[in-house]
């Protein structure tokens, strides 16, 4: 066993709104700002420390060229090293870092720069057959993003929806938890809560260079009534528009390291890594897998659900956070409210939005950094994938009652 694993740093983008701010940029492009701002934001650059890159993504046709888009971000970086891309859905950036910690914890790295990267505006129409001729009629042009389904099974805002009845979750409590979630983080956004880990995005366009230095999704102007006018949509019984994060553009990034490495290298650390683990579930099940990684990783860990301090759950649909901390909460009222109390506190991706491949990271440094601003203690991070994978992380920042 080697030392314990610990982010030294944690940097991401503003989160773009679909056809928005972002939607032009190679994601390469993209990733390789998030990520130098990462490597540097010591006040030295780590770059030429990194053993390997791990890169999630979902959909490398976005990329000007799909195919070894880690390598790609590697290169564009100046490092040499290995770069392994990983598409497990929304669950690609967690698959990343487990991975990178795997190789450490077997002693083959001592550090990795993990990154999650999307730009779900430049998610290319897809012509199938069209390689062969089309001897007559019209050419079917297929959107993979719209709806976001796999053939064979429901829409994932039917399983949302259906798992939101499964355990007795009204449309009225989706919507208020949405409406909370754009007060939470219009609250932190005003006290700037994120200026830890957001870094301003250059973007070049016809008309020079513009900055993108907040998160253009959220709509904090919205209300319940809003949201209950909504129609339901792709064939659920309770999943909108506004209960659900977007089509969304961003990238997250971070350096892990062993304990030894950073110490030798003279750097503090953010957070510690305690443990990170991979949960499915049967394909429908995407609403409470996030429950079921987070009691895998706390099982693992032998750690106390009343030990966490603070919970970040994807809200790759309000349903999400709902069911899984009901489900955590043994269905009991009252534990249930107090989980709902610590979990998503600065708001989520129904308002900061949902870029798939740069979600996990989004969610886990934002905890690690809230720890931090209270002191310290003991998080989890937990979000869903495809066709139900989960993947959770349990973070303990230094100070507080349970670090």
Known sequence: MTSSLVLVSAKRSPFGKYLGSLSKMDPADLAVQVAR?????????????????????????????????GRQISLKLGIPGFATTFDTACCSPLTALRTAAWGMRLGELSSALIIGVEIMSRAPHIAHGLRGGVKAGAVNL??????IEYR????VAADASDGAATYGISRHELDAWALGSHRKWLAADRAGRFSDELIPINIKTRRGEKVLARDEFPRPDTTLAKMAALP???????????????????CSAAVLMTADRATALGLEPLAEIVDAAPTTAEPEGISWIPALAIKNVLK????SLDAIDLIEINEAFAAMPLVSTK??????????????????????????????????????????????????GLGVSAICGGLSQGEAVLVRVAGGHHA
């Open 37 to 69: 701002a990462a490597l540097t934001a010591g006040g030295r650059d780590l770059a030429p420390e990194i053993d390997q890159v791990f890169v999630g993504n979902c959909i490398p046709a976005s990329f000007e060229t799909g195919s070894v888009t």
């Open 142 to 147: 297929v959107d993979p993003i719209f709806p």
């Open 152 to 155: 064979g099974y429901n829409s």
């Open 232 to 250: 339901t949509v792709f064939g659920s019984a309770t999943t909108t528009p506004g209960n659900a994060p977007g089509l969304n553009d961003g």
């Open 300 to 303: 693992r860990t032998g750690t």
């Open 327 to 376: 489900i955590l909460a043994g269905k009991d009222e009252e534990s249930w409210l107090r989980l709902l109390e610590k979990t998503n506190v600065n708001g989520g991706a129904v308002a900061i939005g949902h870029p798939v491949g740069a979600s996990g990271l989004r969610i886990t440094m934002t905890l690690a950094y809230e720890l931090r601003r209270r002191g310290g």
